[in-house]
């Protein structure tokens, strides 16, 4: 079967080559890959940027149908939709797997960069990892449930966003647009996105179309002073960080509120960065770190999906076949392009 592979360490090494099929154990199922979303990481994996173990078939944000069950498998069936956690190989004996977040168990080696992913037409998986897609929800929205997955997590679980509250998310990718909708979805009054001047012809586009007010960082209208203005001088009740950049992480200091809370996403890349300390603590603001999916974020998610909360659809701005992958990478890079997703059949 044709894939993405990583075949070695170092930047680049990236290709669309020959690799066998799975072979299935005792509790796996054969899924048949409909659709597969590129993440940041996958990005990150080709620039030598994250961990990896190569060679390795890259991508994990997949939707698709079971060919074939396994030994032992009894939860699923041969033609079941799903999709599924990549929380693979975590240990289940250390004390985070045993009281339930085996999302950042130590040992965890996910699909697209731990073992292989789902840039193919065949994946397997342990069926303990996996949720049935709706049927009213189609293969390209379920494979955007990752991702959303995440800020459901981190917005509704994490950072406990209330009703009524009034939320500022800065970075405008794809994680932030979903961001943006996770809030509404879990009752904000309002939700205003943040970006820089590069992101006005797509990212902050998309935004508006998709109904939050927007602000551009180095603009006309200081983001801050509109923020201010928009909250009667208080600041947001809560700041959703999904940037990564050094300058968006210090803003969010200065648009939350006193005794609100800042819900960090996004990445920096880097060891350290200069952080506001003081003026943080002079806030008495929550800063809510994240990582990952629970188990209960995939329900919650995928429930918003199918009832029209969460149109995660929205965010797709582009399906190629598995040979465009580097067109894809291109057009991410550019930010030409929001979610892209690649099609293995």
């Not at 930047?11 to 590129?38: N, R």
């Not at 809030?183 to 990212?203: L, M, W």
Request: proline fraction near 6%.
């Amino acid at each position: 079967m044709k894939a993405i592979v990583k075949t070695q360490k170092g930047p680049g090494f990236v290709e669309l080559m020959d690799m066998p099929e799975p072979v299935i154990g005792s509790g796996e199922v054969l899924i048949e890959v409909k659709a597969c979303g590129i993440c940041g990481t996958d990005v990150h994996v080709l620039h030598d940027e994250f961990p990896y173990w190569p060679p390795v078939i890259l991508g994990h944000e997949f939707a698709g149908q079971i060919v074939e069950t396994g030994p032992g498998a009894t939860l699923f069936q041969k033609g079941d939709r799903v999709v599924g956690e990549p929380h693979t190989q975590a240990c289940g004996q250390c004390y985070l797997c045993r009281t339930g977040n085996i999302q950042i168990c130590r040992m965890k080696r996910s699909p697209g960069w731990g073992i292989h992913g789902a840039f193919t037409r065949y994946l397997k998986m342990p069926e303990r990892l996996l949720h049935r897609i709706p049927d009213n929800v189609g293969y390209e929205a379920a494979a955007v449930v990752e991702p959303a997955a995440n800020t459901v997590h981190d917005i509704i679980e994490r950072a406990k966003i209330e009703a009524g509250d009034f939320v500022v998310v800065v970075g405008p990718g794809p994680i932030g647009l979903l961001a943006a909708m996770t809030a509404r979805a879990g009752g904000s009054r309002r939700a205003v996105v943040i970006g820089a001047k590069q992101d006005e012809a797509v990212r902050l586009a998309k935004a508006r179309e998709l109904g939050f007010d927007t602000l551009v960082a180095g603009g006309a209208i200081d983001p801050l002073e509109a923020v201010l203005e928009m909250t009667g001088g208080i600041g947001a009740d809560l700041v959703v960080e999904c940037s990564g950049s050094g300058a968006g992480i210090a803003s969010a200091i200065d648009l939350v509120r006193k005794k609100g809370r800042i819900c960090a996403i996004g990445l920096t890349g880097k060891q350290t960065i200069p952080f506001p300390w003081d003026k943080a603590a002079f806030k008495v603001c929550d800063l809510i770190f994240n990582l990952s999916t629970s188990y209960t974020s995939w329900d919650r998610t995928i429930n918003l999906v199918a009832a029209g909360m969460l149109p995660v659809e929205k965010v797709i701005s582009h399906r190629l076949p598995l040979s465009k992958w580097d067109d894809a990478i291109r057009e991410i890079e550019a930010q030409t392009a929001l979610k892209v997703l690649l099609m293995p059949v």
